[in-house]
């Protein structure tokens, strides 16, 4: 089970359901290991500038092997790296809604997801970490 | 019958076939009448300067009601619009690939391919004009 | 034998032994399969233009996986990919001295050398690539 | 004893040593005192993100003649450098892990370090430095 289009996705369509459960639209972005696109889709009505966010997320999530989320405290002022989201051509977001992509403990690849709510992002783009995590569990062929 | 994630899907999907019976990956854009985006895949193996040059080929249809490869000619030095490819940010792509998607006459958004050679580029995003025309002519709803 | 940090010194070391024969200072970068930076060399009066371009020419290698002197005639006016070289955040680089680094027929990164006349560019990149061939070939741990 | 690239590669050595003591992988970057590139080396598994952020770090030690971490605490809410890091283009780095390299009390290039919580990368930085120091102290021709 490699992180290809195929399996990308699938992880946006399990993403996309959770964005309409929650009731909100949303864009989803999926990168590889190199934080280069995989693919991206932006959701009817989702907002505009969701598309560069949910993008620069599975960015950064792929660029700085962590959760976006675990970036905003470590970025304000007084703390150590106050200053790191205007790093980075400015493709660094430091709020929730992107998390790597692992398999077997190596970030192979990221998820980013804007459109609502930072809580909300993050619920969402949980969601497409969930269903590539059962994707590696079932082994199973892409069948979409 | 709108230009949506729906059915930008199934345009992609239909240009993606077309790509695998060329025998070369492409990156496939779809964007909507202002030149946003509202998917990107990136098929397996594709350039990666086609992440940027597919989206900008969509940005460039979607912005110019027009098809990219008509914008050469008048783009070389001697002629009316030369200089053009380093207006608009750099976004203005003149080669071939990214052809507005029409409805009624008129333009509701745009495709772009790239990956390949230009007439491949070619070839592969007019599957993806002809998929969004024959959904126009059914005005089948989606069941992908 | 991949493509890492230390074969990457070496591959840099061979090019800057070539760059000295030819006598003219040259800027050396290696690039992943993704294009992002490995490791890059500014030897001694090179231009400062060429950091930029080297690092461009190795991303452009590995972003359309051919050599940057292939697209140039491709890129005249009249031709097919005319405007290329503006295309990507003017990322491409449509002269020579950029080559694809390959392994089993996969390009697993790449080399862009500038500096000099494009001529001697390639001269010198072309040191790289062979000294990557050799690597590969002798299976030699590195032991630089 | 000049900064040059045969000194800059013995910095980076040592600060690469430095970093596998510390075991996180960093990217190194060495300025000249104009703060653009001598060289840079990529640790294999360093954050994609400190490419960037390295270099910049080492630009910002030699465009200000101080070390970044100096930066963080003027440049806060209230501060008299309030805003700083969005200046320059954004290549200023206000947190710690540049330094710059000195010779008789001027400030002749910089190093950048990135690749691990700040803490890491001011220590590993400061192998670097205190590397060009000993380098400087002993007078020793390069033989790397």
């Known amino acids: 089970m490699e992180l290809n289009l195929e399996t990308a996705r699938q992880v946006i369509k399990a993403t996309e359901e959770r964005a309409e459960q929650v009731g ?4 989803i972005a999926v990168a590889n290991d190199e934080g280069n696109l995989i693919a991206q889709h932006r959701m009817d009505d989702a907002w505009l ?10 960015y950064t999530a792929a660029a700085l092997d962590m959760p976006t ?10 703390n150590s ?3 790191l989201q205007t790093t980075d051509d400015n493709k660094i977001v430091i709020f929730g809604g992107g998390y790597p992509l692992e398999k077997g403990g190596e ?31 079932e082994g199973v062929t892409a069948d979409d």
């Open 69 to 78: 989320h675990e970036l905003a405290n470590a970025s304000e002022p007084g």
């Open 81 to 83: 790296l106050y200053g």
């Open 49 to 58: 500038a969701s598309v560069s966010i949910s993008r620069n997320k599975s």
């Open 24 to 27: 909100q639209p949303m864009v």
């Open 107 to 137: 970030v192979v690849g990221a998820i980013g997801v804007s459109g609502g709510e930072v809580s909300q992002d993050r619920t969402v783009a949980e969601a497409g970490v969930e269903a590539w995590e059962e994707l590696l569990s």
